[in-house]
């Protein structure tokens, strides 16, 4: 984002979305039998832990939050299903720290440009985190605009540091 400085410390990127991970973050977001979500996001956070970035002194996995409308809509949250395996395997706990302000057109839908100005804002932290250094965790990373809004609000919130973790679109 042009001007501004980044909000993020260290980006973890999971894996490159090439087959098979782009299907499996297409199965994880849309489909409709738990067990299809559940092998979807394991294979995700396979790639994020296999990333040579550690999560040592992470004290919380933030998972990007939906908005109300599109929480209905989906049923789940996909980055809360990735955060999940993640903590299992980390022991780094998963703490809902964000919240969406907003509902606004998904990124996917607009053109790199838009991407930023539709996510200013539209996050919001629950509690002071006083010091603390969070990773925020989403699916999927194409312009990075999310990441940077969440760990905006986070870092407005008293965090020290914010990190991110996702999977990398082509």
């Not at 297409?26 to 999560?55: G, I, M, T, W």
Request: hydrophobic residues 50%; charged residues 25%.
């Amino acid at each position: 984002m042009p001007g501004q400085a980044a909000a993020l410390r260290r980006h973890r990127r999971g894996a490159r979305l090439r087959v098979p991970l782009d299907r499996l973050v297409q199965a994880l977001k849309y489909a409709h039998r738990l067990e299809s979500r559940s092998r979807s996001a394991d294979a995700l956070a396979d790639a994020l832990l296999r990333a040579p970035a550690s999560l040592a002194g992470v004290a919380a996995i933030v998972p990007m939050p939906l908005s109300r409308a599109r929480q209905r809509e989906r049923g789940f949250n996909q980055a809360i299903e990735i955060a999940r395996v993640v903590a299992r395997r980390t022991g780094v706990p998963v703490a809902h720290l964000l919240s969406r302000t907003t509902h606004s057109p998904p990124q996917a839908s607009l053109p790199w440009a838009q991407r930023a100005k539709n996510v200013r804002g539209a996050f919001a932290c629950r509690q002071r985190l006083a010091g603390r250094h969070v990773a925020v965790l989403d699916d999927v990373m194409t312009t990075g605009a999310t990441l940077e809004a969440a760990a905006a609000a986070l870092l407005a919130a008293g965090a020290a540091r914010v990190d991110a973790g996702w999977s990398r679109a082509r």
